[in-house]
Nanobody
Framework: QVQVVESGGGLVQAGGSLRLSCVVS????????VDWYRQGPGKQRDMVAT???????NYADSVQGRFTISRDNAKNTGYLQMNSLKPEDTAVYYC????????WGQGTQVTVSS
């Protein structure tokens, strides 16, 4: 059974930083693509960042230069380092892992106060 568990969300002031983690079990993590998505209040779920099994990364324009996605295959864990946070980054952040099928975590709330 595949499990995807995010953690690391919380309340932070604008300009602050958070690091989200995504621990995956029951899945061939090292050959999977890892994505971070977010869904703000009243908004659709949008992709924030992605990292392939080979380490290629891609970012949404809105977070480019502020967020960094990474992975540690030995720990079956993906990360999203978020710096220079803005109130508009407030959202529930979701991790998705993909290899043939998609598996989603339950999400972690990030709230950025102005």
């Amino acid at each position: 059974q595949v499990q995807v568990v995010e953690s690391g969300g919380g309340l932070v002031q604008a300009g602050g930083s958070l690091r989200l983690s995504c621990v995956v079990s029951g899945f061939a993590f090292s050959v999977a693509t890892v994505d971070w998505y977010r869904q703000g209040p009243g908004k659709q779920r949008d992709m924030v960042a992605t990292i392939t099994a080979g380490g290629t990364t891609n970012y949404a324009d809105s977070v480019q230069g502020r967020f960094t996605i990474s992975r540690d295959n030995a720990k079956n864990t993906g990360y999203l380092q978020m710096n220079s946070l803005k109130p508009e980054d407030t959202a529930v952040y979701y991790c998705r892992v993909t290899r043939y099928n998609n598996y989603w975590g339950q999400g972690t709330q990030v709230t950025v106060s102005s």
